[in-house]
């Protein structure tokens, strides 16, 4: 069997070849997603973002294991911040050592942002078709922190689950402000601790003041770690579903997301194009010299990059 | 008094105006930089980042006070998470209710990211130098969060402090496997609380695994709120930048902060370029619906929208 036919078998070992191979810039990898592009769209894809310490990877483990009760294949993105310096992945492979990783059904995979060029990589969006075209019912991709990259999720998910905790200190209101908008569900986690009523009733009083739209997202208490809610979380996940399957919001979001896509994708050819140039003529080194010199500034180092594709 | 005369005289209304200006992408308030670009580099720029809920804030104000007793002019540049959606700053002008905003040698501002071009935005570098020729000795960037564009904010500062604070969870691996390698000076804040020891020790012990530099980041407890210990942590923050500037660490970091700031603008401004372009012939509205109905995939999107410049 060739490579395409095992992913369309879901073949685990395919999938995770084909997602290196995206991650290394392998054109051949770009080649077999175009020629297999028209099995993709059926899978669903729910990003995952929340506050440091939130317990968002066991959440995220959790929900896995409600959908497969449900015989739904599940592949899961976990994405790091990338290291400035060696561009690779800050924390590696963020290997989950539980029972999932030896379901057949569940695929999981940590990948870098690849950083200079913002949050989301274009690899992240490959790896969403990959898993795409292996089958995934679900696809959950799950941040680190709060911050840009974590705003950058809604640009490739579905459904935006919002994880939040009890406590969270003065800056919830920072928090609140950063997701409130681009949250369609949140789940307060670990609710067994104090204070999770308070900070159900701070998200509602939020909402409350952003309620312009028909939906208005739910607020649900859980605790991962127990077990609890977890089943109710997951309708509420699937009745977002619905809702934006039925009034073709699910279409719009898509084409938003697949606008930003192509604009992802010409910048980081473009890019490279140019960067590449200036890097054989050793412009950026000698025009950043120039600039700490005071002989020149940035806008017109700009200027001169530019002139190399004119 | 022109604008340039004002801001060389450190007027702060000025400032504001130029900044601002840079926001709304005026090409005036280039043109002012560039010809007032031979005032720069006199500022040295520490970047503070650390998760939410660590005090940031309080802390960098605590820090800009011990600043003024020495009689140096601060600036404090707020960095806020975009919306992805409005494109505009999701904290709005977060106003610092204290005296610091009355003393007329300390600038503060809060900025959006301008989300989809990554974290740090043109206009961030930009209000860098406008402080800077503004006469500002010292320059706080200060990031909500932890994620990319906290990892970014290396890419602007001289010396990079990393707020911690006790008890911080399951994810203090995350964070500290994110920022181990950015930081050059450790502050664990409200180390009132208990655990500070046992955080001091895991950064030491992690600092340890990472120690292949001439320079080791110290690790100072700090209260910020208490006012204990800020005086220390200027100190380090003082001798970290004595030793930039006897190794010539300082010029080689800020060439490198010069060459990334060159590739961010010619991205934004080619990306503007070819957005604009797009836009006038509906192509990402198109493309988009083709690719919906998976007539089209996003790689020969990429290439039709790079046909535009040739």
């Known amino acids: 069997m060739n490579i395409e036919e095992r992913l369309l078998k879901g073949d685990k070992r395919a999938c995770a070849r084909l997602i290196t191979m995206l991650e290394n810039d392998d054109r051949k990898a770009i080649d077999i997603i175009k020629k297999l592009y028209n099995h993709t769209g059926n899978a669903y894809v729910i990003g995952i973002t929340g506050p440091p310490g939130s317990g968002k990877s066991t959440l995220t483990d959790r929900l896995t294991k409600e959908l497969r009760k449900k015989g739904k294949k599940v592949g899961i993105i976990a994405i790091d911040p990338t290291s400035p310096f060696t561009g690779g992945a800050i924390l590696g492979d963020r290997i989950r050592m539980n029972d999932l990783s030896l379901d057949k059904d569940v695929f999981i995979r940590s990948m870098g942002t690849r950083g200079s060029l913002g949050g989301m990589s274009k690899s992240t969006w490959g790896a969403i078709k990959v898993l795409d075209i292996c089958g995934a019912d679900y696809i959950f991709v799950e941040t680190v922190g709060v911050g840009q990259s974590e705003v950058d999720i809604v640009k490739t998910a579905d459904t935006v689950l919002m994880v939040m905790v009890p406590n969270l200190?003065?800056?919830?209101?920072?928090?609140?402000?950063?997701?409130?908008?681009?949250?369609?569900?949140?789940?307060?986690?670990?609710?067994?601790?104090?204070?999770?009523?308070?900070?159900?009733?701070?998200?509602?009083?939020?909402?409350?003041?952003?309620?312009?739209?028909?939906?208005?997202?739910?607020?649900?208490?859980?605790?991962?770690?127990?077990?609890?809610?977890?089943?109710?979380?997951?309708?509420?996940?699937?009745?977002?579903?619905?809702?934006?399957?039925e009034t073709d919001e699910l279409i719009d979001r898509r084409k938003r997301n697949t606008k930003l896509e192509i604009i992802k994708l010409v910048e980081e050819e473009l890019m490279n194009l140019i960067l590449n140039k200036a890097l054989e003529e050793n412009l950026l080194d000698n025009l950043s010299k120039e600039i700490i010199l005071k002989r020149l500034d940035p806008y017109s180092a700009k200027d001169k990059v530019l002139e190399l594709i004119k």
């Open 169 to 245: 200190g003065d800056d919830i209101q920072a928090i609140k402000a950063g997701i409130m908008e681009i949250a369609d569900i949140f789940a307060i986690n670990k609710s067994d601790l104090d204070g999770a009523d308070k900070t159900q009733l701070e998200i509602e009083m939020n909402l409350d003041l952003n309620d312009k739209k028909d939906y208005r997202p739910p607020v649900v208490q859980v605790s991962a770690s127990n077990n609890k809610g977890m089943d109710k979380l997951v309708d509420k996940l699937l009745e977002h579903k619905k809702y934006l399957e």
